[in-house]
């Protein structure tokens, strides 16, 4: 048989590129894909999502549905690597944010090596477990819930940051403001929730229902931009709504231990005398300075409140704007449903308060 030399030379090549394209897959199957981070921490990347392998090496970044690309929190700036935008990711992304490579961190999957560019703070989250010391209710919808932290037993973070308690048997998480101030946590290792009740809701089901003294939890944090600026001399005006208390109450107990140092009003707004809760302790600190002022406003009075109520009825945030004068001088932590939000921010600018001064916190 006579083979042509072409035929010899074209075989040897594709043998050769075949032996080299199997030992290629052989051995890049078997390399550890890393992740890069701000162009120091390498980790090993596993099999997942972005948010569970970064959870898995102790990076803990806030992802308030649980990772279902329904809050959009879980934001981080994707360098390299990563793949395409999905189409869950692009609601949540304006175009300055897709142009900078910010993804949602539970979509992305790590099937290659990645660089990526984290806030410094999120290095610092940690996960905590703890014991449930106290849960009890304080208005037929809200629980009031203290934990107490077993390991590690120290949180360092600033009056109004937020926690992610993590719901037993379902490892998902949701947020949840520190309603205690950071010396709680110094002095007796405790941080304090106010959880209110969403009907049919997973986490606050297990709160409202199952949780009982005693309960071992597990908690990352602190997160959150949304805190007292201690070094500002405004005055203060808070505004605050139903679960939106939380963060409210972390601040005023910051006040106090700073000595309430500068004039502050605290606006609650609520339907009626049923969901008002810790009145007690604002009159107390009403009582202790004279540059305090809670102002509860009652929006949709029951027969009996109508007969007993001597307070201001109404949406809070028009007894906002009626009491109140010029606010250029001061500043504002406002904590509550969107719409109540919205119609205080618009309200406050009117009063002449600085746009950047209105911070906020939605839920
Ligand atoms: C930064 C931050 C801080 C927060 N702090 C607090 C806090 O201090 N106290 C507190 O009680 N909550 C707080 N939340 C809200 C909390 O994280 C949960 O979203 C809420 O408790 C519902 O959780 P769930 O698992 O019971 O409901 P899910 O199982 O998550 O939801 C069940 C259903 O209810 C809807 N739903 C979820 N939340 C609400 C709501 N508020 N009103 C109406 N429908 C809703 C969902 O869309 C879903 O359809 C905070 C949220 C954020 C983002």
Redesign the pocket.
């Known amino acids: 048989m006579n083979i042509q030399p072409i035929y010899i030379l074209a075989s040897i090549f594709f043998g050769v590129a075949f032996v080299l394209a199997i030992a290629d897959f052989l051995l890049t199957s078997n390399e550890q894909q890393v992740i890069n981070i701000n162009d120091e921490e390498y980790i090993p990347a596993g099999d997942g999502t972005l948010l569970e392998v970064l959870g898995e090496n102790g990076i803990f970044i806030p992802a308030?549905?649980g990772g279902k690309a329904?809050?959009g929190?879980c934001k981080v700036t994707v360098k390299e690597g990563g793949g395409d935008i999905l189409p869950t990711e692009e609601p949540f992304l304006d175009e300055e944010e897709r142009e900078e490579g910010v993804r949602l961190a539970c979509q992305v999957k790590v099937n290659e090596d990645m660089k990526l560019e984290l806030d410094e703070s999120l290095l610092d989250i940690e996960e905590y477990t703890a014991r449930v010391a106290e849960v009890r209710s304080v208005t037929p919808t809200?629980k009031h819930v203290r934990l107490e932290m077993i390991e590690p037993t120290d949180i360092e973070f600033e009056a109004g940051q937020?926690a992610q308690i993590m719901?037993p048997g379902f490892e998902e998480y949701?947020?949840?403001?520190i309603?205690s101030p950071p010396s709680m946590a110094r002095e007796e290792n405790a941080l304090q929730?106010?959880?209110?009740l969403?009907p049919?809701?997973?986490?606050?089901?297990w709160v409202h229902f199952a949780m009982e003294e005693g309960d071992i939890v597990k908690f990352t944090g602190p997160?959150?931009h949304f805190y007292l600026d201690e070094e500002s001399d405004r005055e203060i005006i808070l505004i605050g709504g139903g679960?939106g208390m939380?963060?409210m109450r972390g601040i005023l107990e910051r006040l106090d231990e700073l000595g309430m140092p500068r004039p502050t009003r605290y606006y609650f707004g609520a339907r009626n005398s049923d969901e008002l809760y810790y009145g007690d302790r604002f009159a107390e600190l009403e009582e202790k300075y004279d540059n305090f002022e809670y102002i509860p406003a009652l929006s949709d009075p029951t027969p009996e409140d109508k007969k007993n109520w001597d307070g201001p009825t109404g949406f809070v945030t028009d007894v906002l704007d009626e009491r109140e004068g010029s606010l250029e001088n001061a500043e504002s932590y406002l904590c509550g449903?969107p719409p109540m939000l919205d119609a205080a921010e618009r309200i406050l600018v009117d009063h002449g308060m600085p746009e950047e001064k209105v911070m906020f916190?939605k839920?």
């Not at 949701?174 to 403001?177: E, I």
């Not at 049919?200 to 089901?205: H, N, Q, R």
Request: charged share 10%; proline share 6%; hydrophobic share 40%.
């Open positions: 308030g549905c329904s809050c929190q809200v937020y719901i949701r947020a949840y403001s309603a929730f106010t959880i209110k969403v049919g809701g997973l986490c606050t089901s997160f959150g679960a939380a963060p449903p916190d839920f």
